[in-house]
C-alpha cells in the first residue's frame, strides 16, 4: 500500500516525458486511485463482502497494468485497481488489528500502519535503484503482493457482524478533517519550504527526514497506546502541527517541518481507533470511517492548494497552523464525552 502510493509523485514526471502528455494528463493517475479507493470502500459500506486476499489481488492486478506501462487508459485502470486495493488493506487490516488483538489492538494499529511507512519511504528510493524506471517498481509491487496472498486469512468467526446498522457520528467529521489535516501537511509541505526560499533540494531532503520522523512515531505508538488514551493522542498529535507549523512562520521551516512529520504521524492511528470505539467495529463502520478520512484526505488539500494558488506557497504554514487549530477546537467540540473501548479485550 505505501510503496503504491508513494510511489505516483516521482513518476509522474516520467510519465509526462515517456507518455508525451501534460503534467494536468499525468495527475489524473492520482485521481483514479483515489476513485478506486472510494468505489471500494463505498462497496464495503453496502455490505459487499471483500476478504483480504480480494484485497491483495486488486493491488497486484493494478501494479501489473502499470508495470505493463501500455495505453495511457491501462495505467488509469491500474490505478484504479490499486487503489481499490489500497482501500479494502486499509479497511480490512486496520479493523483486524484492531480487533484481533485485544487489549494491544491500538498499539498494533500504530504498528501496521508502521509498515505502510516504511514502504512509502522505500519506493521511491527503489526507483532511483531502478534507474528512474517506474514499471519495475510496480512489478516488484505486484510480485510481493502475490507472494503474501497465501499467507491472508480470513477473519476469525466472532468479530462484529458485516450486517451491523451504520450509526452517523460526529467522529466521521472529525475524521475527515483530521485525516485533511494529514495529507495536506504530506502533500504539500515540500511546496510550502520552496516557497519560504528553501531550494528545491533540501525541499526533498527534508521531506525524507519528515517521513523518517513519521515512520519513528508510528512505531513509537507500540509504546505509548496502551498507556495514553487514543483521544489524548489525537489532540496531542494536531497540537503537535499547530505548533510545529507556527514554528516554520516564526522562521525554523525545515527543522519544524520534520518535527510535524513526528506528530502527523499519530493522526490516523489515534483517530481510527477513537472513531472505531464510538462507531464498533463491523466492516461497515470500519468502511465508513475510511471512506470519511478519504473524503477529507482529497478535498482538503485541493482546497488548501487551490487558495494557496492565489496566496502563495509562502502561506501555506501559517495556514496549516490555522487548519490544525481548528481540527483541535474539534476534537474538543466532537468528542465531549469519554469513549468507552467496544474492541476484545
Known sequence: MGAGQALYGPALPIYVHGFGISPATAGLL????????????????????????????????????????????????????????YGLCATIYNRRYLTEFGARGPAMVGIVNAVFGIGAIASPLLLVAFGNVPRLVFALIALLALAVLPAARPAPAGVATDRAPLRIRPELLLAALAIGCESSNIGLGPSGLVGRAVDETTAATLASAFFAAYLISRVSLYWIAPRVSAVVLLRVAVA?????????????????????GYFTGMIFPSLFVVASTALGNSQRATSTIIAAGLVGGIVAPALLGGALADLGTARFFPAMAIYAGVVLLASFRLIRRPLQRQVPE
Not at 240 to 254: E, H, K, M, N, P
Request: charged share 5%; proline share 1%; net charge positive.
Open 30 to 85: 492520482i485521481s483514479a486511485h483515489w476513485v478506486g479507493a472510494l468505489a471500494a470502500v463505498a462497496g464495503q459500506m453496502a455490505n459487499i463482502r471483500f476478504t483480504a486476499r480480494h484485497a491483495l489481488l486488486l493491488l497486484a492486478a493494478g501494479a501489473a497494468l502499470l508495470a505493463v506501462q501500455g495505453l495511457w487508459a491501462v495505467m488509469l485502470a491500474g490505478a484504479m485497481l490499486l487503489g481499490a486495493g
Open 240 to 260: 503537535g502541527v499547530c505548533a510545529a507549523s507556527l514554528a516554520a512562520t516564526l522562521g525554523a521551516a525545515g527543522p519544524s517541518y520534520v518535527a510535524a
